[in-house]
């Protein structure tokens, strides 16, 4: 009887050891085959950085600091001053359409720094299937002037102080219509 009981003992033991032995080698293959390691020669940057010598309108805007720039969703406060409803209606309300037949999604990034400043602008045109595309330069032209008449931003506020902070717009163009403004 005792032996029985000691053959379950010893059997219960090395089946935990073998099941956490079992765990620490799917834990330790999960994360070398999942880390996503940068090269950060090819990609030096990150997705918010605009570079100065490629944007526009970029000649007299200046940013706090250079190396600290923050994600608009950081903080509440990182939004046009008049609020959302308030950038649309400035946008709809001067946006004509001039017969364009364009869709797709014109997007606008830019920097607003920690005056609430907005500059450093880069745009990129693309269909309603997010690939390249060429929109008609008046109707690139007509949004990029109303985007940057823009002025009024709040910056961004975290780590008790306000900073530089990314930022885009992105409209959805139907037919040369704007439906959609985000973010």
Not at 56 to 80: G, I, M, P, T, W
Not at 81 to 95: A, D, Q
Not at 152 to 164: M, S, V
Request: glycine share 4%; with cysteine.
């Amino acid at each position: 009887m005792k032996t029985k009981k000691g053959f379950k003992i010893i059997l219960y033991s090395i089946s935990i050891i073998l099941l956490l032995i079992l765990i620490i080698i799917g834990y330790l293959y999960y994360n070398y085959r999942t880390r996503s390691g940068v090269d950060t020669e090819k990609y030096p940057y990150t997705v918010e950085y605009i570079a100065p010598d490629k944007a526009l309108l970029n000649k007299d805007f200046n940013v706090c600091d250079e190396n600290f720039l923050v994600q608009y969703y950081n903080s509440q406060r990182a939004r046009y001053s008049k609020g959302k409803n308030g950038l649309r209606n400035f946008i709809i309300s001067h946006y004509k359409n001039k017969n364009y037949t364009d869709s797709g999604y014109l997007n606008i990034r830019f920097i607003i720094n920690c005056k609430g400043e907005a500059g450093r602008y880069v745009i990129h045109e693309n269909s309603l299937n997010l690939e390249p595309k060429e929109f008609n330069k008046d109707l690139v032209n007509q949004l990029f002037n109303l985007t940057t008449q823009l002025k009024k931003w709040n910056p961004n506020y975290t780590y008790e102080a306000f900073r530089d902070s990314y930022m885009y717009l992105s409209y959805r163009i139907e037919n040369g219509e704007i439906t959609e403004i985000l973010p």
